[in-house]
C-alpha cells in the first residue's frame, strides 16, 4: 500500500528566504506527482504536477523535483513571501487502472513578514 | 461554472440523520472524485466517477455511504444514519478526463460535524 510522508509538518521562516519542502512515497512505481496549496477553509489549489517520466517542473517560483527510483519529491520556493503561507501537500498517483491519489498530511508553512 | 462549487459549504447534524452532499464539476469534465479530509490527517480517497458510472468505489468507508452522478455533471455524495466519526470536510474535484495526465481541480469542501 502507498504510503506518502512529507518533512518537517511545520516550517516557519522569515520573508525572502528560499526554502525547500520533503515529500517521500514508498512504492516508486507511480504514474505522476501533484504538489497542492491548501489555505485554511479552502480547498486545494494544484500548483505543480510531474509526470513519472519528468524529472523537474517549474512555475514562477516554484520547482518541483521528482526522484522516481529513491521516492522523493522537493518543492522548492524561491524568495519566499507571506503570501505562500499555506499547507503544502504533495499527492501521488499509482495508476495501474486507478485514479486515486495517495496524499501526505502536508507540510504547514508560515513565512514571517 | 469556473471552478468546482460544493454545497452546503458547512452542515451540522445529529448523530443518526442522513446527509447529501453536493458537487459541480466545471463544465466539461468527465472524471469526478470525492475525498474526505478528517481533522490533522491527509485527505482519503472516496470515490472516482467517468462520466456517470463509478469504476472505482474503493474508498467508501461503509455502506452508508453512496454517491450518484447524473448528466455527467452534478454529484451528490449521500451519508445514512451518520455518526461523530463522519465528521470532516468532504472535497470534490474534477478533472478533464479520467488520466493521470490531467491536473485535478479541488472544491472548497463541505464542512461536516455530526453531534
Known amino acids: 500500500k502507498q504510503e506518502v510522508t512529507q518533512i518537517p509538518a511545520a516550517l516557519s521562516v522569515p520573508e525572502g528566504e528560499n526554502l525547500v519542502l520533503n515529500c517521500s512515497f514508498t512504492?516508486?512505481?507511480?504514474?505522476?506527482l501533484q504538489w497542492f496549496r491548501q489555505d485554511p477553509g479552502k480547498g486545494l489549489t494544484s500548483l505543480l504536477l510531474i509526470q513519472s517520466s519528468q524529472r523537474e517542473q517549474t512555475s514562477g517560483r516554484l520547482n518541483a523535483s521528482l526522484d522516481k527510483s529513491s521516492g522523493r519529491s522537493t518543492l522548492y520556493i524561491a524568495a519566499s513571501q507571506p503570501g505562500d503561507s499555506a499547507t503544502y501537500l504533495c499527492?501521488?498517483?499509482?495508476?495501474?487502472?486507478?485514479?486515486?491519489?495517495?496524499f501526505g498530511k502536508g507540510t504547514k508553512l508560515s513565512v514571517i513578514p | 461554472g469556473a471552478g468546482v462549487s460544493q454545497s452546503p459549504s458547512n452542515k451540522v447534524t445529529e448523530k443518526g440523520k442522513d446527509v447529501e452532499l453536493r458537487c459541480d464539476p466545471i463544465?466539461?469534465?468527465?472524471?469526478l472524485y470525492w475525498y474526505r479530509q478528517r481533522l490533522g490527517q491527509g485527505l482519503e480517497f472516496l470515490i472516482y466517477?467517468?462520466?456517470?458510472?463509478?469504476?472505482?468505489k474503493s474508498g467508501l468507508p461503509s455502506d452508508r455511504f453512496s454517491a450518484e452522478r447524473t448528466g455527467e455533471s452534478v454529484s451528490t455524495l449521500t451519508i445514512q444514519r451518520t455518526q461523530q466519526e463522519d465528521s470532516a470536510v468532504y472535497l470534490c474535484a474534477s478533472s478533464l478526463q479520467g488520466s493521470t495526465r490531467n491536473t485535478i481541480y479541488f472544491g472548497e469542501g463541505s464542512w461536516l460535524t455530526v453531534v
Open positions: 499527492a501521488v498517483n499509482s495508476g495501474a487502472g486507478s485514479y486515486q491519489l495517495t
Open positions: 512504492d516508486s512505481a507511480i504514474y505522476n
Open positions: 463544465s466539461g469534465h468527465t472524471a
Open positions: 466517477f467517468q462520466g456517470n458510472s463509478a469504476p472505482d
